[in-house]
């Protein structure tokens, strides 16, 4: 697991979470987060079955950080307040070892992601990477109207490469 706080340059972060918390983002219902019995969310597929999103490329200075050698899911969850915090689910993003997943922090709230008995803070412009098949569950907040992470599946460049 590795913690990358202040991930992107502020006025870079600070211009991809204007994008994304406007109200003109297009956010989806899911009827579920995780399984069919978790806590519904909003999400925006910016890449799935290799079909970007016309809104990808607010992420290209995330996408040229990660060293990724290829894309496989980009999708963002978001999570409304609720009364008490509730973990939406543990899960896994794959079960292929080789993939890594990335997850990147876009705004400030008391929910965090919990990968075992690790709580990781929801703080914007952070970003936590993990394997692919590691256990983890996002929550809901209750300070804040939403909670917003930008989650990415990849195949990562082979260590002789990073």
Sequence with gaps: MKIIENYLPNTVFKNIKEQIEATTFPWY????????????????????????????????????????????????????QTSKIIETGEHIDSDDSKLKSAIFFINNCDG??????????????????INSNTKHTGTTTTNSKRRIVINFVYIPYDKRHT
């Design 29 to 80: 219902y899911n009827d579920y987060s995780t399984h069919p019995n978790s806590e519904p969310q909003l999400v925006h597929s910016f890449l799935y079955k290799n079909i970007p999103s016309s809104y990808t490329g607010i992420l290209q200075p995330i996408l040229e950080e990660i060293p990724a050698q290829q894309f496989l899911r980009i999708k963002g969850n978001l999570n409304w």
């Design 112 to 129: 965090y992601c919990r990968v075992g008995e690790k709580i990781i803070k929801s703080e914007e412009n952070k970003l936590l990477i």
